[in-house]
Structures are given as structure tokens and as C-alpha cells.
């Protein structure tokens, strides 16, 4: 049993934290390079056929939600552990299945073959497969344990939450927003900005793994049984349900991390407020309601839910864009900000955020999906929401972490060259499928028409620059780490 | 007083947990529809949840019991195992089995309320929730199959011997008069979508059901245009397409 009192040496928590973030960042670079050789196949600069194309596609999907979910996961596991202790035990276990997942996963693709996308939809994989029966098995399952491993994770962050915070009443500022006064006299704190990354992750993360573990069950079961039969329709919903939601929590799980790590950077509190937390509020319902917007090609959907999808859709974009975006610039503003590699991905992650959530938000338009629907602007939404956001935030959270381990800061010219390679090469990527989505190019396609493949050609050189930019990333964090030991407990 | 409200309510929903589950038992049911049997299970359950989370006492201090996450989590999962719907043939034929089978659902939601509770108390309830929206939504597609083709229920096939096989000739005349505009001469799709392989999205009774109430901006020709026959006949030639 562990109670509050129990202290657990910090040493077992940066442990699980750091356990965590390096198996992500690991499958994050992993993954960078086969997503390089899909652009490059895409530009014909090289030749192995849409066999293996759909194959690296399927584990590209997984594997780099798989890894900022893992590196998002360890460092909020890390934030909210400081606030009540919580059994690193669970947390370890948690891993061990996501990890043996992604195993599954991988083994699925190779030497499987697997390639039906990681949000196929019934009924594939089971219709016109051209991979082995175990392979299908194995991908189910490996989804299976990742999403295990992560409802695991979110109800011990759920049970941290609540016993921090005097229950789902305390945790969510409801006293702060609505009885303000009678709050203030008690003299109770409020929480923290990442309490509320941590209690929105937990809720939202428990509703998707629910449907994500049903429609993966089922499917499962119809794998076994082929009699039992899917309804389509319910089981997209359910995919993207889980899907969209699993994504769209990477960002807010990051953002805990910011609001714990930029403030120290810029000398500033980053404090919790009545308008921060209705904006969580609001992120918690949109963020599970606005994956309707997956289904506007739906027909059969009923109509209401499309309207509820476009929506939600932009209302989600309010909470970020005014509570996060624009209170992270204003405490940046003025500042005397210390510009470390750190702060710079977390700022620049911010502008990352902003820029994806504007191409998401147009993709959200109905009558602008009907055009963009299927196409490379998809992937450049996600993409710019991902790489620039997420992986951004991630890496400012792992240099603030070595920085004050090290007492160290990287040089001007290594911040430049570090730069100039991931928001340079990573402009000219994100840019190749923002144009190449424009005109119509469609997505998911190994051979693309005319003009995707010049486009994929720039974009592949965007993408050579933008791994050199995290090569040098990767050796200065390497430098920081080896350095002597200043600063245990950031 | 406040545990012999909780020792009420405990109780009272265990007993109208078990009564139900034997339901199977006193009626002799047979056959009935996937989607009802999983709602009849989501009630079970959230009986069975009431139960345990009634049962759960609550303890001063801040607590985390580790090992009680595990039964907390695990639940849902065995849980929607269980109602896999191809054990349902086999429960069907043994009222007493599928009897004893409801009653594991409602142990099981009631120690996955409980469990979570003493995990954290605040965390049953979350997965309780969990377990009975899970069951309630496979209530909507879970082995319920509106849209694949697949071996028909025993009222299809019984229907369809009734009304005696369709008219692939005169479904293609229909086609040709009011569906391919839309849909193209072959079924190709235009302004409307392909119908080609719609063998696998929809069985023959839910494409002549989709007909008969089609969503919009698709037209409803029945029973105004078409007559029963007719749509059943078009029908059949949708699911010919290749």
C-alpha cells in the first residue's frame, strides 16, 4: 500500500521517467528514417514497390504515436509524481506491456508483412489481405497491449489526480471557478497548470481506450471466429474515437511538461486560474467529441453528428489557442527569457501547435473536406501537430531536464545548426504535403500522380536536412548527459 | 446509518442482478437478437457494479493499493471476451449455462467497481463507467452485422423462403430507371458512390433495408416508386455488383 507519507526515493522516478522517454525518442528516430524511405519512394529516388511501402506506412503510424504517447507518459508520470507519491511498480508494468506491444506490432510488419494502416477499417484487414492470417492476429494484439499499458497508465494518473487534489471537485478547480471567495478563505492550493494536462489525459485517455479496447476486442474475436460480424460504421467510429483521441492527447500531455518547464526558463509562474481551468474543461469534452469530423464522407452517419463534429472541431481549438498559446507567448513576453535548446524547442513548439491546429481546422470545414479529404494536406496537419508540437515540447523536456542536470547550455552555433536543421528541413517537408494536399495529391499512395513525386522530391531533402538537424540534437543531449552531475531534482 | 443504506442498496441490486440473470432460465428464451442480448448484459452489469461499489467502505488518508488496479482493469477486458457473440449459439442451447454466464458478468463488474474503489477511492467509479459504456456500445455493432455479408438469422432465412428468390433481371431494369443516374450504368458511382462489392458492406436485407429509408441527400423511392418486390429485387442487384 502506498500512501502519501511514503517517500519514494527520486532516483525511482526519473528512472521511470527516463525508462519511458528513451524507448519513445528511440522509436521516434527509428521511425524518422523509414518515414524518410516512404518520401523517397514517394520522389522514386528508390524502388521497393507498394508491398513494403504499406507495410512501413502501417508501422511508421503506430510506432510514432506509440512513441510520443511513451515519452509524454513518462514525463507527466514524473510531474504528477511529485504532487503524490505513486507505485513505480504500476508504472513499470505499463511499459512492459506497451513495449512487448510495440514488439508485436513490429513483428507484424516484418517479417509479417502486415501494411492495412494502423487505423484500418473493417473489414479490413480481413478482406483482400495479402499478408498470413498470425500477422493480422499479431498487430491486433500488439494494439491490444499498447492500449492496455495506457489505460493502466491513465487510471494511476487518475487515481494521483484524485488523491492530490480532494477528488474529481478539487481536481477539476470547480470551487476555484464557482465559489472563488469561499476558496481563496480556505486556504487550499490550487492545482498546478499540468494537473489539469494530467486529469483531461486520464478522463479522455480512459473514454478512448474504452472504445479502442472494445472495436479491438471485437475484431480480435472476429479473427478467431470469422462468423462473428462488425458493423462498419460503428467500428469507424470506434477506430477513430480511439484513434483521434490517443493522438490529440500527445499534445496535451506535452503541454503539462511546458507549463512545468517554460516558466522556470523565462523566471515567471505559469499560474492556475479560473479561466484556465474552464479551458480545460472545455478541452476535456471537445477533444472526445470533434473526431466526427473522420466521418464526414460517411453518408450513412446520421447527420447531427457531423454538424456536432465541425463543431466541436473549432471550439477544441479555443482552449490551446487562447489559455495556452497566447499565456505561454505572454510569459515568454518581456521575460529575459534564458534561450536555451530547451526553451527553443518549447517555444517553437508552441508556434508548431498553432500552425497544425490552423491546417486541422481548415481540414474541419465541410465544404473544404470535400476537397481536402484523403489528400496530402492530411498528413501535413498531423505532421506540423506532431513534429513541430509535440516532439518539440518533448525535446524541451528532456534539454531542460540535462541542462539543469548539467548545469550546463549548449552553444549559439549548435542552437543555430539545431535549428536551422528541424525547423529549416521540417518547414520544407511539412510544406511538400501542404502543396502537394492542395492540389489534390491523395494520401497513402505509394506511387503518387503527377506532381506528387517532385513535390516528394523536395520534401525528401527537407526530410535529409531535418534528420541532420536531429543527429546533432541527439549528440549534444549525449554531451549534456555525460557531463558531470550539478543539479539532482529539477 | 450511512452503511445500512449502502448494505441496502448493496443488496437490492444483487438480487435484481441475479433474478435477471436467470431470466434466460424462467422464460426459456431462444434466439434473441445480439444487439438486445448485450444491452440485457450492460443492465446485468450495471447492477453488479452498484453492488460492488455499494459494498466498498470508505477508509480515512490517501491511499494507493497497487494491486488492486489490476481486477479494476482487467474486468472490462474478460468482460467483452465473454460476450463474444459466437459463444451466444452455444449459451442459447443450455438456459441453466447461460444463466450461470450472466451471473459472471455481474461478479465481474461488481469487482471491477469495487476493485478500482479500493485502488483509489474515486477510481471505481471511473471503471465502472468504463465497463458499462463498453457494454452498451457493443450493443451497436459487436457481432451485430447490418453491413457484412454473413450467415443470416434463422427469421431472414425463413422470410426470404417465404417471399421466394429475387429478380436479377428485373432489379437490373429498376437500376437502370432510378439508381443509375447517381450511381452509374454499371454501378461505378458518380454523383452517388460506387455500389460495386457492396456484397461487403451490406447483406442483401440491409441494402433493401437502406433503400426503403435511405439517408439524404440519396432519394426514398419506397413505397411511392417502388413496391416491395422492387426494392427487393434492386436489391439483389446491388449485391451482384463486382
Known amino acids: 500500500m502506498t500512501d502519501a507519507t511514503t517517500v519514494f526515493p527520486d532516483r525511482r522516478a526519473r528512472n521511470v521517467m527516463w525508462a519511458y522517454i528513451t524507448t519513445g525518442i528511440a522509436i521516434f528516430g527509428l521511425m524518422v528514417l523509414v518515414g524518410l524511405g516512404m518520401r523517397a519512394e514517394q520522389a522514386q529516388w528508390l524502388n521497393y514497390g507498394p508491398g513494403l511501402f504499406y507495410s512501413l506506412m502501417t508501422l511508421h503510424g503506430a510506432g510514432m504515436i506509440t512513441s510520443m504517447v511513451l515519452c509524454g507518459m513518462g514525463g507527466l508520470w514524473y510531474l504528477m509524481n511529485r504532487e503524490r507519491a505513486m507505485d513505480p511498480g504500476i508504472a513499470w508494468t505499463a511499459y512492459a506491456f506497451m513495449t512487448i506491444g510495440v514488439v508485436c506490432v513490429i513483428a507484424s510488419v516484418w517479417p509479417g508483412g502486415f501494411g492495412a494502416s494502423w487505423t484500418f477499417l473493417y473489414p479490413l484487414p480481413f478482406v483482400g489481405a495479402t499478408w498470413p492470417s498470425w500477422a493480422t492476429g499479431a498487430f491486433l494484439i500488439g494494439l491490444a497491449l499498447i492500449m492496455f499499458g495506457w489505460t493502466v497508465w491513465c487510471t494511476q494518473l487518475l487515481g494521483c489526480v484524485l488523491r492530490a487534489y480532494g477528488g474529481l471537485r478539487g481536481a477539476t478547480g470547480w470551487d476555484l471557478v464557482f465559489h472563488h471567495a469561499r476558496f481563496e478563505a480556505s486556504g487550499k492550493a490550487e492545482p498546478p497548470p499540468y494537473a489539469f494536462a494530467a486529469l483531461v489525459t486520464a478522463v479522455d485517455g480512459l473514454l478512448a481506450a474504452a472504445g479502442g479496447m472494445l472495436v479491438g476486442i471485437a475484431l480480435i474475436v472476429h479473427w478467431l471466429y470469422p462468423g462473428v460480424a462488425i458493423d462498419p460504421l460503428w467500428a469507424k467510429n470506434l477506430t477513430y474515437f480511439f484513434g483521434h483521441t490517443f493522438a490529440n492527447l500527445t499534445i496535451y500531455m506535452a503541454i503539462g511538461l511546458v507549463y512545468y518547464a517554460l516558466p522556470k526558463y523565462a523566471d515567471r509562474e505559469w499560474h492556475t486560474s479560473a479561466v484556465l481551468a474552464v479551458a480545460w474543461w472545455g478541452t476535456l469534452l471537445f477533444v472526445a467529441i470533434a473526431y466526427f469530423h473522420h466521418l464526414y464522407m460517411d453518408f450513412a452517419q446520421p447527420q447531427a453528428v457531423q454538424y456536432v463534429g465541425e463543431v466541436a472541431s473549432y471550439l477544441a481549438a479555443f482552449p490551446p489557442a487562447v489559455v495556452t498559446i497566447f499565456g505561454g507567448a505572454l510569459l515568454v513576453y518581456r521575460s529575459r527569457l534564458r534561450w536555451t535548446m530547451g526553451s527553443m524547442f518549447m517555444y517553437a513548439g508552441l508556434i508548431g501547435w498553432l500552425i497544425g491546429g490552423i491546417g486541422a481546422l481548415i481540414d474541419a470545414t465541410v465544404p473544404i473536406n470535400v476537397s481536402l479529404h484523403n489528400t496530402l494536406w492530411v498528413p501535413a496537419h498531423f505532421h506540423t501537430y506532431l513534429l513541430e508540437g509535440v516532439a518539440l515540447f518533448i525535446l524541451g523536456w528532456v534539454f531542460w531536464n540535462l541542462e539543469t542536470h548539467s548545469g550546463l547550455t549548449s552553444s549559439v552555433r549548435t542552437r543555430w545548426l539545431t535549428g536551422a536543421g528541424i525547423f529549416g528541413g521540417g518547414g520544407i517537408l511539412l510544406l511538400g504535403w501542404y502543396v502537394a494536399g492542395a492540389d489534390s495529391v491523395p494520401r497513402r499512395y505509394a506511387a503518387e500522380p503527377a506532381p506528387g513525386p517532385d513535390i516528394a522530391a523536395w520534401a525528401s531533402i527537407g526530410a535529409v536536412i531535418l534528420v541532420i538537424g536531429l543527429i546533432i540534437c541527439c549528440v549534444e543531449a549525449i554531451r549534456l548527459a555525460k557531463s558531470p552531475r550539478t543539479e539532482t531534482n529539477p | ?242
Open chain 2, 1 to 242: 446509518m450511512k452503511n445500512a443504506v449502502r448494505n441496502v442498496i448493496c443488496g437490492t441490486s444483487t438480487l435484481v442482478a441475479v433474478v435477471l440473470s436467470f431470466m434466460p432460465v424462467i422464460t426459456g428464451e431462444r434466439d434473441i437478437a445480439i444487439s438486445a442480448h448485450h444491452f440485457d448484459h450492460a443492465v446485468l452489469m450495471m447492477f453488479g457494479a452498484i453492488a460492488g461499489l455499494s459494498l466498498y467502505r470508505s477508509r480515512s488518508g490517501d491511499f494507493e493499493s497497487p494491486r488492486w488496479i489490476w481486477p479494476a482493469l482487467l474486468g472490462p477486458l474478460v468482460a467483452m471476451m465473454l460476450m463474444a457473440p459466437g459463444f451466444y449459439a452455444i449459451v442459447d442451447r443450455a438456459p441453466l449455462f447461460h444463466a450461470f454466464n450472466h451471473l459472471l458478468f455481474v461478479v465481474i463488474a461488481g469487482l471491477t467497481a469495487y476493485a478500482g474503489q479500493r485502488y483509489v477511492s474515486g477510481v471505481g467509479w471511473a471503471s465502472a463507467l468504463m465497463l458499462e459504456l463498453m457494454a452498451v456500445a457493443a450493443a451497436f455493432g459487436y457481432g451485430v452485422a447490418p453491413a457484412v455479408a454473413s450467415a443470416p438469422t434463422a427469421v431472414q432465412a425463413t422470410s426470404s423462403v417465404a417471399r421466394g428468390p429475387a429478380d436479377l433481371v428485373h432489379g437490373r431494369q429498376i437500376f437502370a430507371q432510378n439508381c443509375a443516374a447517381c450511381h452509374g450504368a454499371a454501378g461505378q458511382g458518380g454523383m452517388g458512390p460506387s455500389l460495386r462489392n457492396e456484397h461487403i458492406r451490406k447483406g442483401e436485407v440491409a441494402a433493401a433495408a437502406w433503400i426503403k429509408k435511405p439517408a439524404p441527400p440519396m432519394p426514398a423511392l419506397y413505397p411511392g416508386v417502388l413496391n416491395e418486390k422492387d426494392v427487393r429485387d434492386v436489391a439483389a442487384f446491388v449485391e451482384s455488383l463486382k
